[in-house]
């Protein structure tokens, strides 16, 4: 934008006047381009032809394993829980002593490592049949 020189204030000219016209443009062009190419993603829907086997969203697949493998499904909650509560623990094992800690963000990187590998592991599982889910029919 060329007209906004140094020491123009931002109040009046880029809140007022700037801002309104990209957001209104860019609501313009995703009606337009909504209204004029309506295309499919997918065949529409029938009600009374279920698929043998429902599979949930692509991102839900590694919770939707853990679900299916567990026997029960309280303790299946609880493994779902227990993620965000082992991710809510990483700091405070890195900050024990920050001063002679030399690993403090390797700790964090090879949890992560670690938990994205269980994630697509588990999240490959998921779209195969239950007796070969967890070995991905490696072993």
């Known amino acids: 934008m060329g007209h906004n ?10 809140l007022l006047y700037i801002f309104p016209v990209v957001i209104l ?7 337009g381009l909504a209204v004029l190419e309506p ?31 567990v026997p029960n499904k309280l303790l299946g909650v609880l493994l779902m829980a227990s993620v965000p509560a082992g991710l809510l623990t990483i700091p405070f094992l890195e900050n024990v002593n920050k001063f002679q800690n ?8 090879i949890v992560f490592a670690i938990g994205t590998a269980v994630a ?7 779209t195969l049949p239950i007796e070969v889910s967890l070995t991905l029919v490696l072993f």
């Open 120 to 126: 697509i592991w588990l999240g490959i599982g998921a």
């Open 25 to 31: 443009g860019t609501i313009s062009c995703t009606v």
């Open 39 to 69: 295309s499919m993603i997918e065949e529409p829907t029938n009600p009374f032809a279920t698929p043998l086997e429902i599979l949930p969203e692509w991102y839900f697949y590694p919770v939707f394993q853990i679900l299916c493998t």
């Open 102 to 109: 030399p690993f403090r963000g390797l700790v964090a990187t």
């Open 5 to 14: 020189y140094y020491g123009e204030p931002a109040w009046p000219n880029d």
